[in-house]
């Protein structure tokens, strides 16, 4: 199994930065297909960004350009650099990872398998 804990949320102003980091441990490896989803409160969760074995990335339209997902293998870890950042990005921020290196809808929730805790991103204007 994978367990995963997400680190480095926190108070940002409006066209500010922040760094997420997400750990993996247990079935870790360079295989793992790993994303970012997030969800606002009221709001169902929704996908932010992800990232493929081979080093792909894809990006949801409402952040691309902003963010910045990537991953170092040596540390089973993930990242997610937020730039830019706007009132409209605050949420709770989750990590997702699934085991399969080809995963059919990469941007839906229900296609992973192991999720963090999740961590507070505000943004104020």
């Known amino acids: 199994q994978v367990q995963l804990v997400e680190s480095g949320g926190g108070l940002a102003q409006a066209g500010g930065s922040l760094r997420l980091s997400c750990a993996a441990s247990?079935?870790?490896?360079?295989?793992?297909?790993m994303g970012w989803f997030r969800q606002a409160p009221g709001k169902e969760r929704e996908f932010v960004a992800v990232?493929?074995?081979?080093?792909?990335?894809y990006y949801a339209a409402s952040v691309k350009g902003r963010f910045t997902i990537s991953r170092d293998n040596a540390k089973n870890t993930v990242y997610l650099q937020m730039n830019s950042l706007k009132p409209e990005d605050t949420a709770v921020y989750y990590c997702?990872?699934?085991?399969?290196?080809?995963?059919?809808?990469?941007?839906?929730?229900?296609?992973?398998?192991?999720w963090g805790q999740g961590t507070q991103v505000t943004v104020s204007s």
């Open positions: 247990g079935r870790t490896g360079s295989n793992l297909t």
């Open positions: 997702a990872a699934d085991l399969r290196r080809l995963v059919p809808k990469i941007t839906e929730s229900s296609e992973y398998n192991y």
């Open positions: 990232i493929l074995w081979t080093g792909s990335t």
